[in-house]
């Protein structure tokens, strides 16, 4: 497997506060990874140390396969940032904002240009190109700044709460602008936010980082398995009408662990999937059986289960 | 180093379109235009009375009945030219929120500090040589006839430590805008060390002169000599002393120093005017310590911003 972030035991204190504690951090090349934790986490601090604009306290760091303290301008060409709140030049346009990040990454002339056009396309931006950039709402500044990371086409990009303040209609269009450039151009992508609907919408595998450290990762299904059933499976059936007895019957059922009753749905915990053998059992037995589905926890659910134990 | 040119030529660009250019330029060329007219007129009368010598330096140090001569302008004024480039450079990027863009660029940080203050100091001194001509070319047109070699290479020194001196305070800006978060906190302290240079170092000078040396009523002469000579000391340590000494030496060729320290240590003194070469003997240590301190200035500024956090 090959890894584009390999962190291992970083440290970052400020003074007497621990902003980022111990933390390991893998992402696979090609991925979207969700980094996802409340403010203050540490979130920010572990992008600045990635990118080399901060020194570790302690702990080994490779990005893209280098040391971003001891090369930080390879680093640097292979990364494309999006910073949390992002600033531009407010009296350039959109274009001569963009053209002057493309001259510090050494592109000039056509090529620069017809890069800088396309991913202004890309982002709806087109019309507005020559219009100073403080025209332009947070929605337009946010996609601008996906234009930069765009046009730059980085192995790796890290997006800093990038829908943070942003109406969901905006959000949205970012995020698809995010799945595109991971599905077309094979982008490695760090998203780092505290929206979690919005991580677990596009990312492949996520990182919950607590008081610096990351205290839970996983793709989406192993998270729910791990964190809210110990392992366990379950799913929840609606059955008409609702009698004792068949909740006695299936309380026996093999492989029955525990089984509650949850409004109009009853819960069942098993070991493995047998919702199929339960569903007969129920049509056998004369029930009519409204609806079975496996429990559809967000990771919201996750999340505040991590943070409730903690 | 590339970084470095793309940086310059941007910032440069951002100068040239910058409505402080434009203020800061309007004034300059109005004082400019009007100091040596107004010396002009003021030397047409005296040249019918005395003919002299180095009549187009006198354009830069005579002054009208109530204006300032050009010279003794710049020495105020050159400070606020020098801070008002300088005093943003770094804290607006921080306050913009750019600044964590831009160095996720690959880009060295020392490149952008460089370029940033590279692009302010060739502003201000295209700004101070097109003055310099302009004055020139008003002073041929005024007088009906050209400058000497040896006055344009006078006038030509006296641009250089001008510019050197506008770069001592653009430095101090550049300085003050990285340890200063907020704009307006540089900008203030900024103006506070102009204002602490141009007005209160003669009193403290005074102060600490009196301190020291105690002047009763009956005090002799050599008590006198000590006062003053402790309050020259004093005032070395401002630029726009040392600036006001430098020119002064460089566009009077009859100049030697003034004050009790000239005094004491000129065993004799020609009235006749010094070439330029020991006009600059005159002026040597004034300029080093000139250039020295907008170089520490820079130093610090430098190591300063190197170590800084960036995190906006």
């Known amino acids: 497997m090959e890894y584009i972030v390999e962190a291992k035991g970083l440290h970052k ?48 760091i490779r990005v893209c396969g280098f040391d971003p303290r001891k090369e930080p301008l390879k680093v640097k060409r292979l990364i494309g940032y999006l910073p949390e709140n992002i ?68 192995q790796f990009a890290i997006l800093d709460e990038p829908t943070s303040g942003i109406d ?86 093999k492989g029955v662990i525990d089984l509650r009753k949850e409004e109009d749905f009853l819960v069942i915990t098993s070991e493995s999937d047998i919702r199929s053998e339960i569903a007969k059992r129920i049509l056998d037995s004369g029930f009519e059986l409204i609806e079975l589905r496996g429990m559809d926890y967000t990771l919201e659910e996750i999340y505040l289960r991590y943070f409730q134990e903690v | ?63 009208a009945e109530s204006f300032p001569s050009f010279a003794s302008f710049l020495m105020f004024f050159a400070p606020l030219l020098g801070v008002i480039f300088g005093f943003d450079a770094i804290n607006s990027e921080f306050s913009r929120r750019t600044v964590s863009r831009i160095l996720a660029q690959p880009l060295h940080r020392d490149s952008w500090i460089n370029g940033k203050f590279l692009a302010s100091f060739v502003t201000l001194a295209i700004m101070l040589t097109s003055i310099t001509v302009l004055i020139i070319g008003l002073g041929i047109a005024l007088l009906g006839f050209p400058p000497e070699i040896g006055e344009l290479g006078r006038i030509g020194l006296f641009l250089g430590v001008s510019i050197i001196y506008v770069g001592f305070w653009l430095a101090l800006g550049v300085l003050f805008s990285i340890l200063f978060d907020r704009t307006v906190s540089s900008a203030l ?70 004050g009790i320290i000239a005094l004491l240590s000129g065993e004799e003194i020609p009235t006749s005017p010094l070439s330029i070469g020991q006009s600059l003997l005159v002026v040597w240590p004034q300029l080093t310590i000139l250039i020295a301190m907008a170089l520490i200035c820079f130093a610090i500024s430098y190591a300063a911003f190197m170590r800084r956090e960036i995190r906006s």
């Open chain 1, 13 to 60: 204190y400020y003074d007497t506060v621990k902003a980022v504690n111990g933390l390991n951090l893998y992402i696979r090349r090609g991925e979207i990874y969700g980094l996802l934790g409340p403010n203050g986490a540490g979130k920010t601090t572990t992008i600045l140390l990635l990118l080399g604009l901060t020194e570790p306290t302690s702990g080994e």
């Open chain 1, 87 to 154: 600033g531009f030049y407010e009296d350039l346009t959109a274009w001569e904002n963009l053209y002057y990040i493309a001259q510090l990454n050494g592109l000039k002339g056509q090529e620069a240009e017809k890069r800088i056009k396309e991913a202004l396309y890309e982002v709806g931006l087109k019309e507005v190109a020559h219009r100073q950039v403080k025209t332009f709402s947070k929605g337009m500044k946010q996609r601008l700044g996906i234009a930069e990371v765009m046009f730059k086409d980085p």
């Open chain 1, 168 to 253: 969901p209609e905006g959000a949205h269009q970012i995020l698809e602008l995010i799945q595109k450039m991971n599905r077309e151009k094979g982008m490695t992508i760090l998203l780092s936010s505290h929206l979690l609907y919005q991580v677990q919408k596009i990312c492949h595998r996520v990182g919950i980082i607590s008081k610096g450290q990351i205290v839970a990762e996983g793709t989406l299904d192993e998270l729910r398995i791990k964190t809210l059933t110990e392992g366990k499976f379950q799913f929840k059936v609606k059955v008409k009408p609702l009698s004792e007895d068949l909740i006695e019957e299936l309380r026996k059922s």
């Open chain 2, 1 to 63: 180093m590339g970084g470095l040119w793309v940086v310059f030529w941007k910032e440069l660009n951002d100068n040239f379109s910058s409505r402080r250019f434009l203020i800061m330029f309007f004034i300059i060329c109005f004082v400019a235009i009007a100091s040596s007219y107004l010396s002009a007129q003021n030397l047409s009368t005296i040249l019918e009375q005395y003919p002299t010598e180095f009549v187009f330096l006198r354009l830069f140090v005579t002054p």
């Open chain 2, 189 to 258: 302290a900024s103006i506070a060390v102009w204002i602490f240079f141009s007005f209160f170092m003669y009193m403290l000078a005074g102060v600490i002169a009196d301190r020291l040396v105690p002047l009763g009523p009956k005090a002799s002469m050599e008590a006198w000599v000590k006062h003053s000579y402790i309050k020259e000391v004093v005032l070395k340590f401002s630029p726009t002393t040392i600036f006001n000494e430098t020119i002064s030496a460089i566009l009077i060729p009859t100049y030697k120093g003034v």
